[in-house]
């Protein structure tokens, strides 16, 4: 059994990644900022954790992974307020992996997006670029530490039910993707330890999940 943290544990994605670890035995802590979210996620196998990570400093953080063997970043502000949206997915990420290394975590798995780069190209004045910003600064942070780090790395993202299969993707072939098959991707990157310092970028395709991974 491995203890695994799920930072945004309320999330889309991490509803769906919940039931998945803990269907294979994990004890699952999602860490959640509504307190009106712990009956979903308990739903979902996981044991809520209230806290608001935008506001922790890393000691505290740190705290909140003690004796977890991975940490998943599946946070995020959302948009729509830049100030918001660098505080979350840059700051509050790269607190997080420092708080990861203090608690002796090495496993980390970072949910990004495909074409999350600092070359972008997204323009300054578009809504999306603090959150392209936000997303490469913390990919980048993430690169630099010696923790066991993997990015993943989705497409466009669907509510179309999940099919088990993915096609692996460079920056210029972005699709779409269901969420289902992102948080299958996650649960199967943390038992892979060929995954380790890889960003992983995908869309739906004709490719069992396990046997592109496992093509890395």
Known sequence: MARIAVIGGHGKVAVRLEPILAGRG???????????????????????????VEQLDTDHM??????????????????????RTYAVDRDAAIRSMDAAA???VKRYVM??????????????DHPFFPY?????????????TSLEWTIVAPSTLTHDPGSGRIALAD??????????????????????????????????????????LASL
Not at 111 to 124: C, E, N, Q, T, W
Not at 132 to 144: G, I, M, P, Q
């Open 26 to 52: 994990d004890f699952v802590s999602a860490i959640i900022r509504n307190r009106e979210h712990t009956t979903d996620v308990t739903a979902a196998g996981a044991h809520p954790v209230v806290a608001d």
């Open 62 to 83: 740190a705290e909140l992974f003690q004796g977890c063997d991975a940490v998943v970043w599946s946070a995020g502000a959302g948009g729509g307020n830049p100030a």
């Open 102 to 104: 203090k608690a002796g």
């Open 111 to 124: 949910v990004s997006y495909l074409g999350a780069r600092k070359d972008h190209a997204v323009a300054p």
């Open 132 to 144: 392209a910003e936000a997303k490469a600064a913390a990919d980048d942070y993430l690169r630099s």
């Open 171 to 212: 920056h210029d072939h972005s699709g779409n993707v269901s969420r289902d098959d992102v948080a299958a991707v996650i649960a199967a990157t943390l038992t892979m330890p060929k995954t380790v310092g890889k960003f992983i970028g995908f869309n739906q395709g004709e490719t069992l999940i396990s046997d592109a």
